[in-house]
């Protein structure tokens, strides 16, 4: 019912600010599709709305999508009724896209999550933020429309803590420092990233040096914000690319680093730590994962070196 405080305002504002589990676009489409009656008869977004209106919202159940639920093996740190942490192995890509329609960890998770609520009006998985197919760690999925719009703000106001392990060759300049660099599409190859460019989003990466080898070192890098590729761009221009970094960094000066970094095969990365606030119940949430074993492996033969 529609108290005095509320009289006067749209329908649609007054659903919006009501209403917590969809946006307020979406609440205008579903008001056009018949799913919002004002005493019982169907409303429109602009209707003003007097005291004592019954406001009936009916939100329509989500329609399947088109991807298809695919039954894979998944290392499932947290779940809840609102979200999943997942430990995601190398080799598996986040989202279907083209090249990668099927086998993916959005196909792993629509067979996996039995109480999804669905996202933007679908009964799919929220991929709140990813990590590069060969990148393997942790993160975080949303079940439903309000976790994802939480979840996507604390992203954005990068109160969420993501904290990298990666191997690097070369000589780090120093035990560690900061890189805060504009960051884009690069200008000569527009699929890749670069962070010298004119124009373009902040970038910020804390990094520090956690062990020193012959040729190579271990970093850890902690984000402050959360660019596509942005740990492996920032040390390749610290002048220390990930190891087996394809795409960004050349293979090793030194004969036993290449040699360790082509039995990895993949860029040496892995999201270590995620740690956030629970948006439905106000917890600190802190999740750690353990080096998966191809980079425990080229982690013990960089030691073996000296």
Known sequence: MVAADAAGQRLDLFLSRNVSEVSRSQLARQIGEAAVTVNGAAGTPSRKLRLGDIVVWTPPAPVATDIEAEAMPLTVVHEDRWLVVIDKPAGLVVHPAPGHEAGTLVNALLAHVRDLRGIGGELRPGIVHRIDKDTSGLLVVAKDDATM??????????????????????????????????????????????????????????????????????????????????????????????????????????????????????????????????????????????LPPDMQAALAALRALG
């Not at 690097?168 to 599409?185: E, F």
């Not at 690069?186 to 990094?207: H, I, Q």
């Not at 970093?219 to 990930?242: D, N, Y």
Request: glycine share 8%; proline share 7%; with cysteine.
């Open 149 to 290: 719009a939480s979840l996507a703000a604390a992203f954005k106001a990068h109160t969420v803590e993501r904290v990298y392990d990666a191997l690097v060759a070369g000589k780090p300049p120093g035990p560690g420092g900061r890189i805060d660099t504009l960051y884009g599409r690069d200008p000569r190859e527009r699929k890749k990233f670069s962070s010298r460019v004119r124009t373009g989003k902040r970038a910020v990466t804390n990094w520090s040096v956690l062990e020193r080898f012959p040729g190579a070192a271990r970093i850890e890098a902690r984000l402050e914000t959360g660019r596509t590729h942005q740990v492996r761009v920032h040390m390749a221009a610290l002048g220390c690319p990930l190891l087996a970094d394809r795409t960004y960094g050349r293979p090793p000066r030194d004969a036993p680093v290449r040699a360790i970094a082509e039995a990895l095969g993949r860029q040496a990365l892995h999201a270590r730590t995620l740690a956030f606030v629970h948006p439905a119940t106000g917890e600190k949430m802190s999740f750690a994962s353990e």
